[in-house]
């Protein structure tokens, strides 16, 4: 009878110490105000439809900013995997990301064009390395980072 005793004690202690710690760790569940609002809005099934305000004040479309030029300086595909990089306007980008201007799409396996779409106007472009796209013009052409045979100029006295 005493070992009965021992554990009822034992047992009644440590769920006392549990309704205790139960009040430091707050409300679990909403308070019996809560309770009652919830069920009268469950009760009269009111729902609750969104205000369209419209505005007397009419905002310009926001216009659409190209930019100057798409120059593709280069790429690097991978075959481990991972991403490889595209070097558009100097700035490298991995593929399937972008910048301001432009995004990069997936690097094909056998191919050698980068796709491209401009952030702007969601044009869909594919360079080469090497090519730069002009988008006041709607042109690719070759970019020259040096002069070339023709181009004028002197040399010398």
Same mark, same amino acid.
């Given at each position: 009878?005493?070992?009965?005793? @021992? ?6 202690? =440590? ?11 707050? &409300? @679990? ?21 969104? =205000?369209?305000?419209?505005? !007397?004040?009419?905002?310009?479309? +926001?216009?659409?900013? @190209?930019?100057? %030029? ?7 595909? &991978?075959?481990? /995997?991972?991403? /490889? ?6 700035? +490298? @980008? !991995? ?7 432009? !995004? ?7 191919g050698n064009r980068v796709p491209l779409e401009l952030s702007a106007n969601g044009k869909h472009l594919s360079l080469k390395a090497g090519q730069v796209y002009d988008p006041e013009n709607n ?7 040096? +002069? %070339?045979? /023709?181009?004028? /100029?002197?040399?010398?006295?």
């Amino acid at each position: 009878m005493r070992i009965f005793t @021992l554990i009822f004690v034992s047992v009644f202690i =440590v769920f006392s110490q549990i309704s205790l710690a139960g009040d430091s760790i707050g &409300r @679990l569940f909403t308070s019996p105000a809560e309770r009652s609002n919830l069920d009268y809005l469950r009760q009269t099934k009111k729902l609750v439809k969104p =205000v369209k305000v419209e505005s !007397q004040v009419e905002t310009e479309p +926001a216009s659409i900013v @190209l930019p100057n %030029a798409v120059n593709l300086q280069g790429y690097v595909k &991978r075959n481990d /995997g991972k991403q /490889g990089t595209v070097w558009v306007n100097n700035q +490298a @980008l !991995q593929e399937n990301s972008g910048n301001k201007d432009v !995004q990069v799409g997936k690097l094909s396996e056998a191919g050698n064009r980068v796709p491209l779409e401009l952030s702007a106007n969601g044009k869909h472009l594919s360079l080469k390395a090497g090519q730069v796209y002009d988008p006041e013009n709607n042109r690719v052409h070759e970019a020259r980072n040096h +002069a %070339a045979q /023709g181009d004028s /100029g002197t040399i010398g006295d």
